[in-house]
């Protein structure tokens, strides 16, 4: 059994273990991936204010997000096709998310679908909604997501149009993969993977496949689902979805203070301040960059979350101590699921917990309401001087 330390221990093991498709479809950014790579980079910027001798006992990174209590506020993302990283892999990481008392965020385009992740587990999860063209399956999903008593609607803004990652377009990017002579060498090679998916419940799209009309084999998915984002999606349609759903609403994808203004309008219990991963659109500025004008816009009137960038309880610090309530990991957790599963979902979790309680104690902090900015050494000029 290897001795995991970090997020980056994981990220090697899941490397050796995933077929290289999905690997790539997971550690890529679009087009020359500048703002996937400084998602990361600028987090790197900001250093922590070291304190000494201040009582550290007693110390929780127990907190809230959205009104619900969390062993720490760190949400798993919503990942698409999770349940190709790993056989069953959403249901694999709702579970380990619900054990560690963090929330799950099931994507639209998952593997397993809300029903087979609702009755894996025993709490109420939050939901990624997709805006699609076809308004009745958008309708349809929408009432899925409360039968399954999902606890948040997460409306994702920032895909109403694909960005292009060109290892997708290369690799042949499918659900399941398409057996071409270069992908079956390769997955000769992953060979404990392909055993766990012989015997997964699900090998292409549960929230689609047998949901739509016309979708009833995987080989027309993928001309559907990027024909089906919804181009004219605008904030009527996000306020009307919204009292669709009656519930609480995080609107994810939020990287500009006008538009955190136009989410309170709408009614947002939250917003989402992401650029998708670095996944959309190449040359937008990094989440933890957008963040202060983004609190200085609208901080005080909707909870703030961030994510994009985070492999790190420093990260998670950094960013709380900038002013969000609360964060979300993507690849962090994706790697701890395809080195290790459920496990390594877990894993993840607790990396970034212990990384977030040390550091928090070293900064002379014992909760999480007490990290404010004077925590941060931020660089001069770190948000930039953009001129628009
Ligand atoms: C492989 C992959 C698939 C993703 N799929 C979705 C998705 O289906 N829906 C969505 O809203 N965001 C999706 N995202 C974006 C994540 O929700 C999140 O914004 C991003 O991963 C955060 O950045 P990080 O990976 O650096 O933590 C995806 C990200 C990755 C890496």
């Known amino acids: ?79 698409g096709m999770t349940g190709m990283q790993c056989a069953d892999g959403e249901i694999k990481a709702a579970r380990a998310a619900e054990r560690f008392g963090v929330p799950f965020t099931l994507s639209t385009m998952s593997i397993n679908s809300i029903e087979d992740v609702a009755g894996a587990t025993s709490k109420p999860f939050w939901f990624q909604l997709y805006t699609m063209k076809d308004t009745d399956y958008v309708s349809r999903l929408i009432q899925r997501a409360k039968d399954a008593k999902c606890s948040a609607l ?31 060498i390769n997955l000769a090679t992953k060979w404990s993977w392909g055993i766990g998916m012989l015997s997964a419940k699900r090998r292409h799209f549960g929230n689609i496949v047998g949901h739509v009309k016309g979708i009833s084999d995987t080989s027309s998915l993928g001309a559907w689902t990027a024909e089906q984002f919804d181009p004219s999606l605008d904030w009527g349609k996000i306020a009307k979805i919204k009292e669709e759903w009656g519930g609480k609403v995080i609107l994810k994808g939020i990287l500009d203070a006008e538009d955190a203004k136009m989410a309170l309008s709408v009614g947002a219990d939250a917003i989402i301040v992401s650029n998708h991963g670095g996944r959309q659109l190449d040359g937008a500025i990094s989440s933890i960059r957008a963040l202060p004008s983004i609190l200085d816009a609208v901080g005080d009137k909707v909870e703030v979350h961030l994510d994009s960038g985070i492999r790190s ?49 070293l900064c002379g902090k014992r909760r999480i309401e007490e990290l404010t900015r004077d925590v941060l050494l931020v660089p001069e000029g770190f948000e930039g001087r953009w001129q628009a």
């Open 1 to 79: 059994m290897p001795v995991i330390t970090n997020i980056d221990d994981l990220k090697r093991i899941y490397r050796r273990k995933t077929p290289k498709m999905f690997y790539d479809y997971a550690e890529s950014g679009s087009w020359t991936e500048q703002t996937f790579r400084e998602n990361t980079s600028d987090f790197d910027q900001i250093r922590l204010r070291q304190r000494v001798a201040v009582d550290m006992t007693g110390r929780s990174t127990a907190s809230q997000m959205i009104g619900q209590d969390v062993t720490m506020p760190v949400a798993l993302a919503p990942v």
């Open 154 to 184: 997460v409306i994702t803004l920032d895909l109403q149009i694909l960005g292009q990652r060109h290892k997708d377009l290369k690799n042949g990017l499918s659900a399941p993969p398409k057996l071409t002579i270069p992908t079956m």
């Open 313 to 361: 309880g420093q990260d998670v610090l950094k960013a709380l101590a900038m002013g969000a309530k609360g964060t979300y990991i993507g690849r962090a957790f994706v790697y701890g699921l395809g080195a290790m599963g459920q496990e390594g979902v877990k894993t993840a979790l607790e990396v970034i917990h212990k990384e977030l309680d040390i550091s928090m104690a």
